[in-house]
């Protein structure tokens, strides 16, 4: 049995994940809060940008604490294409629960259906994500505590809606933003709790590319995102008129 580190780098990884996890969460209450304030195309286009900003921010959290996991003896790479998939997914998830939040008038239903879904959804996204990775040795998850990180990913994912649908003012957006980001991270870390390795003893270099090749990529596109997340608020629904909530 391979030993497993979930933080080789000390404090970094998980706390840049955390502050990753935090401004997707930032990011998608403000603009599904501007949402619900707009009609038509507006909306929707809110939601979208809602929808990416906290898909993102979900697995940008989780990638970024992947920088930090190691297993003793062993090299770790991770398949591209798969890798890629994880992120489309965890947008396309988060998107159905804040679209279906953002339109249907039974606002309990949509909040307990898309809480569901999205919770689902980006325990698969976390999955997936531990799929892509490649080994030399056979990775094995305790069965419990993985039913443990799904409820927590549906607990988090409906209360994310719920504090979409509810938090308005600045002040609350800024104290349940950091609280998302604890959910998040609970989730992913009891996931990663629930994995075991056997090694194969195999010494040949696995298949994929190493994780610390997507750290460039990672940064240039998180810098973007925010940039552009910036001129986005510039012309945000308070500082035009719109229909009250």
Not at 136 to 158: C, E, H, K, P, W
Not at 167 to 190: E, I, W
Not at 199 to 210: F, H, Q
Not at 226 to 245: E, H, I, N, Q
């Amino acid at each position: 049995m391979g030993h497993i580190d979930h933080a080789v780098h000390g404090w970094v990884t998980p706390a840049i994940s955390y502050l990753a996890a935090c401004l997707g969460a930032l990011l998608a209450l403000r603009s599904t809060r501007w949402a619900l304030l707009t009609e038509g195309r507006t909306r929707r286009n809110w939601l979208f940008f809602a929808s990416v900003s906290l898909g993102v921010g979900i697995w940008s959290m989780h990638f970024i604490a992947m920088l930090g996991f190691a297993v003793q003896g062993a090299e770790i790479r991770y398949n591209v294409p798969l890798t890629v998939v994880s992120l489309v997914t965890a947008i396309a998830v988060v998107g159905l629960g804040i679209f279906t939040v953002g339109y249907s008038r039974r606002r309990r239903a949509s909040l307990l259906g898309g809480g569901v879904a999205t919770g689902l959804g980006v325990a698969a996204m976390h999955y997936l994500g531990m799929a892509a990775m490649r080994i030399n040795g056979t990775l094995s998850y305790d069965r419990t505590t993985v039913a443990a990180s799904v409820g927590i990913a549906v607990f988090a994912a409906t209360a994310a809606l719920w504090a979409a649908l509810n938090v308005r003012a600045t002040g609350a957006v800024l104290v349940a933003a950091p609280v998302m980001g604890v959910a998040v991270c609970a989730m992913h870390y009891t996931g990663m709790a629930a994995v075991q390795v056997e090694l194969s003893g195999v010494r040949t270099t696995p298949p994929g590319v190493v994780a610390l090749q997507f750290v460039f990529p990672l940064a240039v596109g998180l810098g973007c995102y925010v940039f552009s997340s910036a001129l986005a608020f510039a012309v945000a629904p308070d500082k035009v008129a719109v229909r009250p909530a």
